[in-house]
Every structure is written in C-alpha cells, then in structure tokens.
C-alpha cells in the first residue's frame, strides 16, 4: 500500500535528529519535520504533530537516543539522560507508552553502567529500534487477531486514528481493515470526525482512502444514526491505557460510542498492544486525563471564531470507557474476554 511509505517517526543519526511526519499538516501536506532538541520533540508530542499511544512511544525512544548521541563525557551521560527523560515525559500524561518506552531505555542504560560513551550511545541506538520493530510486530499480530472477529463486507466504525499514522506500521483499531482490505474482505468503515481535534476526518479519513478502502466520513453525532439502520456490525477502537480491570482511555467520545453500540447490540473491540496495559492502575478511576487549551474548541480549524469571548470550555483528550461496555480486548498475545484482569496477568507474566 502506497499509506505504508509514510513513516510516522525515525532517526536520523548522520543528521543528528527524530524525523516525524507532522500530523497537524495532514491531509493537505505531507511534511516531515526534524527535531534535534529535546524542547522540539516535547513540543511534536505536546501539540500532537506525533500521536498515537505506541507512536508516542516510539518517537520518544529515538528522540531520547538522538538527544544523547551528542553527550561525550561518561560523567554527564547519565545526568542527562535523567534530566531529558524525565522532560519528555511530562509532554502528556495519560499515554503509557510514552512512560514504558522511557523506562525501557533507562533500563537498558543501567545494564552498562561502568561502559564508555560510545558503547552507551550504541545500546540506546539499539534498543530504540528494538522498541520500533516490536510494535510494528505486534500491530500485525493484533491485526490478525481482530480480523477473526469480523466478515467479509461488514460495516465498521472507528474513532480517532489507531492506524498506520498511530504505531510504526499497520495500527491498532485500523489493523484488521489493512488485513482485511489485502485479503479482499471489502468492508465498509465510518470514521468518526472525532471532535475537537479531527483525528478521524484528517488522518484516519485520509489513511483509509490512501489505502483504497470504502471509507465514509461521519460527524460524532451521527454515530447514533448509522448504527440504527443497521450499517454498523462492529466498533474498531484503540487505547492509550487500560487499567487491570479493562476499563480503557481513549480519544475523547470513545465511551459514547461504546454505550451506543451496547445498546444496538453492536461488537465493541478495543485493540491496542500488551504494552498499554497498565496493571499497577487498579480501575479507570485512577487513570489522569489530559485537559487541554480551550482554544481547541472554539476557534481552532475555523476561519473566525465559533463561541462566545469569555466561555467556559471543558476540553478533556480523552475519557474512560468502562470494561462492562466493551465485548473484547484484542492485543499481539490474542483475545480477551470478560473478566479481563485474570488474562491480563497471564499475559504480563509470559513475556
């Protein structure tokens, strides 16, 4: 497929830089951008031109690399790798692959204490590839997964994007239609607009079109409809976290969607990696939710403003959809079922 020659993020290393495509540009331009500076990158993760819980965790991985390539005395390198991992990630809270990617490379930093620069240098190299390829593995696995829960010609509705532009290749949510569309299943999918920021009509629209699959655009408040004449017979979705109970943050609008499909009596999966589980966090309660800029509502994608000077705005990323309303979990290591927990830590126990 011509949508897999766009690479969400990489590094660059002869140009000393994390190279993204900068998804706020998207669809009109396809533009790459390269950040040198841990500043830049948090920056890229905060204003979302790098989204997606596994990309997020992928770019942070060759950014906190690429930033260290340029330390040269073993006496500042771990100071500095503190000080820059710690930095990026508070670029956004509720994402926990952001914090596992950042663990993961502090860990494999810790196993050479006593090593020289170099050597430091190129296991952080390594390990963030490592961190690139095993997501790419596990979105073909989930992809897998979720493609035998469906059949041929049905209808589907996602939100958000948890597609190529949201991991390293395939996604999550949009795996089993890339599957699907290579094996000739011809389904038919709804993407919801996904206010305020639109991740559904500029990437998920855009994605699924390059791609070739029959793609229909909707607003959020149509969902409802769709799904009442009978054109939706299941709900794709991905997740940034899911608590041990299978209670999962996701893009604001998710939960309503989930309700929605209980009460139709519509299959709603969340598919995501093994790495978005968070088992320390007991239920969704505990999960943080990003609040962000009012402006994102009001004025942001339109020409004037569209509300009042002065509003009050509420402007949560992302809500908990409880596990009660959601039919599966699908990951790399396969499905789970209500009652999620016992699976869960099955699966974090055979790593």
Same mark, same amino acid.
């Given at each position: ?17 994390? =190279? ?10 396809? =533009? ?18 790098? @989204? ?30 503190? @000080?820059?991992? /710690?930095?990026?990630? $508070?670029?956004?809270? %509720?994402?926990? /692959? ?20 170099? =050597? ?5 190299? #390594? #390990? ?16 897998? &997964? ?12 996602? &939100?958000?994007?948890?597609? &190529? ?18 094996? !000739?299943? !011809? ?27 029959? *793609?229909?655009?909707?607003?959020? /408040?149509?969902?409802? $409809? ?8 299941? *709900? ?8 041990? /109970? ?23 999966? =969340? ?20 609040? @962000? #800029? ?17 509003? &009050? ?17 699908? %990951? ?8 999620? $927990?016992? %699976? ?8």
């Amino acid at each position: 497929m011509d949508l897999f020659t766009i690479v969400t993020a990489r590094a660059d290393y002869e140009l000393g830089a994390l =190279v993204i495509i900068d998804q706020t540009q998207l669809p009109e331009r396809e =533009v790459y951008l390269a950040l040198k500076t841990p500043e830049e990158i948090w920056e890229a993760i905060y204003l979302l031109k790098v @989204r997606g819980a596994p990309a997020i965790g992928v770019a942070a991985a060759y950014g906190i690399s690429v930033c260290m390539q340029k330390v040269d005395e073993v006496g500042d390198f771990y100071r500095e790798f503190a @000080r820059v991992k /710690n930095y990026l990630a $508070s670029s956004r809270p %509720t994402a926990v /692959n952001l914090f596992t990617a950042l663990e993961r490379m502090e860990v494999a930093l810790l196993k050479c204490q006593g090593a020289g620069v170099e =050597v430091l240098k190129q296991v952080l190299r #390594e #390990e963030a590839e490592a961190i690139r390829k095993e997501d790419a593995a596990a979105c073909r696995k989930i992809g897998e &997964h979720g493609l035998s829960l469906l059949k041929p010609g049905m209808g589907l509705l996602t &939100h958000c994007n948890a597609g &190529h532009l949201a991991v390293s290749e395939y996604g999550t949510a949009l795996a089993p239609i890339y599957l699907g569309q290579e094996q !000739g299943f !011809g389904f038919s999918v709804f993407a919801d607009e996904t206010r305020p920021l639109l991740q559904g009509a500029r990437l998920t629209a855009f994605e699924l079109q390059k791609a070739g699959v029959d *793609v229909t655009l909707i607003c959020d /408040n149509m969902a409802s $409809s769709v799904m009442k004449q009978g054109w939706v017979q299941a *709900v794709l979705v991905g997740c940034d976290r899911v608590a041990a /109970n299978g209670d999962t943050a996701n893009k604001i609008g998710t939960s309503g969607v989930a309700v929605l499909a209980k009460y139709y009596g519509i299959p709603f999966y =969340v598919l995501g990696p093994t790495s978005t589980i968070d088992m320390d966090c007991p239920t969704g309660k505990e999960i943080k939710i990003e609040e @962000r #800029e009012p402006a994102e509502v009001t004025e942001k994608w339109y020409a004037r403003r569209m509300a009042p000077e002065g509003i &009050h705005v509420y402007n949560p990323a992302f809500d908990v959809t409880p596990a009660e309303v959601i039919t599966a979990i699908i %990951t790399e290591k396969g499905i789970a079922y209500p009652p999620f $927990s016992d %699976t869960f830590r099955g699966w974090k126990e055979c790593k």
